[in-house]
Every structure is written in structure tokens, then in C-alpha cells.
């Protein structure tokens, strides 16, 4: 069973910047796609953005030209770079891979965007 754990969420002022990661441990493989989702206070879950094996990414529009997904396999851990925040990033950002078939999550990290 993969362990997935996310880390770098916090304060952060509008117009700030702020990177999350997301390590992957437990597979035999690295070879699968990684993204991340985001639940802001009364709405639903949505996708930001993902990364596949063979590193093609796609965002969801809110975010195209502000946040830059990518992927370390040697550490077997994704990252979110978020530049120009808005406080509508306001969130909790949850980290999932693609493994054994299923969707694998992680808790989640809160990224909070305010002046």
C-alpha cells in the first residue's frame, strides 16, 4: 500500500508564491500519474492539476499560467510551484497517485491566501 504525504501549505499574502510537495513511498514503480485536487470551505473537491508518467500535465483553468506542476521520479515526489495567488486559492490542497489501480490520497495541506 502507498503512504502519500503532502507538505508546504501555509499563509501566504495575495500575489505571494508558495510550493507544495507531495512525496510518494510504498510502490515498486514511478511510472504513473500524480496530481492534486482542492477543497475549498463549502465546495467541492476540484482538480487543479495532474501529471502523468510521461510528464504531460494539464491544469484546470483557474490556475493555467499561474501554478506549474512537475515531478522528481529519483524522489518519487510531485510538486505544485503557485505563483501569483489569489485569495480564491484559498483551499485544502489534497496530493493523489495513480497506483494499484486505484486513487491514492493523501490528508491534505491548507493553503491560505490573505492579507
Known amino acids: 500500500q502507498v503512504q502519500v504525504v503532502e507538505s508546504g501549505g501555509g499563509l501566504v499574502q495575495p500575489g505571494g508564491s508558495l510550493r507544495l510537495s507531495c512525496k510518494i513511498s510504498g510502490s515498486t514503480s514511478n511510472m504513473y500519474t500524480m496530481g492534486w485536487y482542492r477543497q475549498a470551505p463549502g465546495k467541492q473537491r476540484e482538480v487543479v492539476a495532474f501529471i502523468t508518467g510521461s510528464t504531460t500535465t494539464n491544469y484546470a483553468n483557474s490556475v493555467k499560467g499561474r501554478f506549474t506542476i512537475s515531478r522528481d521520479n529519483a524522489k518519487n515526489t510531485v510538486y505544485l510551484q503557485m505563483s501569483s495567488l489569489k485569495p480564491e486559492d484559498t483551499a485544502v490542497y489534497y496530493c493523489?497517485?495513480?497506483?494499484?489501480?486505484?486513487?491514492?490520497w493523501g490528508q491534505g495541506t491548507q493553503v491560505t491566501v490573505s492579507s
Open positions: 493523489y497517485a495513480v497506483y494499484g489501480g486505484r486513487n491514492n
